[in-house]
C-alpha cells in the first residue's frame, strides 16, 4: 500500500500535494487577530487569506499561490522561514516545512534510501540494565526494536496483540488504531493517538524514500477512518515526551512521565530510546515495582564461589 496523495507520477519526492495540504491547514488555523489583523465580517473562510500570509512574509500574493500549490523547489531556506514566522509556525512545523522543501528538490544522484539497522548489543545491554524504569528503542516507524522486561510487562498488551503478525516487533500505530483493546488500555486514547499520527507525520516528511513508512501510513489509512481523519489534519511533532496512563490489566492504573532521547545509529538511523518513570512515593511506582519484581530473573539465595556447583532450586513455586 503507498501513501494517500493525488501525486500522479508514482514518485515519492513528488509531494506537491502534501506541501499544498500542509501550507493551507497552517493558514486556516490562524486566527487573524492573532498577527494584528481584523477579523472582519466578510470572511468566508477560517483563518488568513492568501495575501495576508503573502504580505506578513514579504512576498508577492502571485509567489506565495504558487508556494501553497506546492511549488517548493528552488525555494530559499530564508523565504521559507519567512513564511513560517507570518504563519506561526512552531518548531516541529518548521522543521516539517524545511524536510519538505528538502524532498522537493531534484537530486543529483539516486536517492539515498535508509536501511534498517540492527540494535548493537550493547544499546540492548543498557536498555536491560534499567531494571526499574520501563525502556525502549524505536525507530521512525514507531517500531519497537529493543525493549527491556519491565517494558515488556507494561505494555504487555501490545506485544500480544494480534497487530504484531509475523514481524516480530510491536507497532505503536498499528497497536492503536488495529487493536480495538488499545482504546482501554490507553486512559487519554486520542490525546496519543494524534500525538503517534503526529510523530509518524513528520517522519513521513524527513524520510520520503521509506517505502515501509508510506505502505503503514496506507495501510493505517485503508483500515481505520481515525487515522484517516487525524492523517488529514496534517500535525507534526518531533517530539513525543510527556505523561502516559495506562489502565494495565494485571496491576492497574499506571501514570508515568516519559522522555526521548535521540540514539544515532550507522547508517543514517535515527532512534529514539524512550524511558518512564513514575513519581517516587506514589501508586504507581509501587505498580511498577509489582511488574518489575515479577520480571526480575530469579537466583540461588546464596550462590557459590566460582566453580562450585549451584544447589538445585524448585523454580515451580512462585
Known sequence: MELPSDNRTGDPTDNRSDIRDFLISRRAKLAPERVGLPTGRRRRVPGLRREEVAALAGVSTEWYTRLEKGHISGVSEDVLEAVARALLLDEHERAYLLHLATAARPARRRPHRRKDVRIPSPVQWMVDSMTMAPAFVRNGRLD??????????????????????????????????????????????????????????????????????????????????????????????????????????????VEMTFRSLDLPLPQRAVHDLIIYTAEPGTDSEDRLKLLASWTAPQSSPNPGRAGDQAPETDRSAG
Do not use: Q
Open 144 to 253: 519497537i526494536v529493543a525493549s527491556n522486561a519491565l517494558c515488556r510487562a507494561l505494555y504487555s498488551p501490545m506485544f500480544d496483540s494480534d497487530t504484531i503478525g509475523g514481524r516480530g516487533c510491536a507497532n505503536f500505530p498499528r497497536y492503536f488504531f488495529l487493536d480495538p483493546g488499545s482504546s482501554e488500555f490507553f486512559v487519554d486514547w486520542e490525546e496519543g493517538a494524534r500525538a503517534t499520527v503526529a510523530v509518524l507525520r513528520a517522519e513521513a516528511g524527513r524520510e520520503p524514500h521509506d517505502r515501509a513508512l508510506r505502505e503503514l501510513v496506507g495501510e493505517l489509512s485503508t483500515l481505520s477512518p481515525d487515522f484517516r481523519t487525524m492523517w488529514a489534519s496534517h500535525d507534526v511533532r518531533i517530539r513525543h515526551e510527556g505523561t502516559k496512563r495506562l489502565d494495565h490489566p494485571e496491576v492497574g492504573r
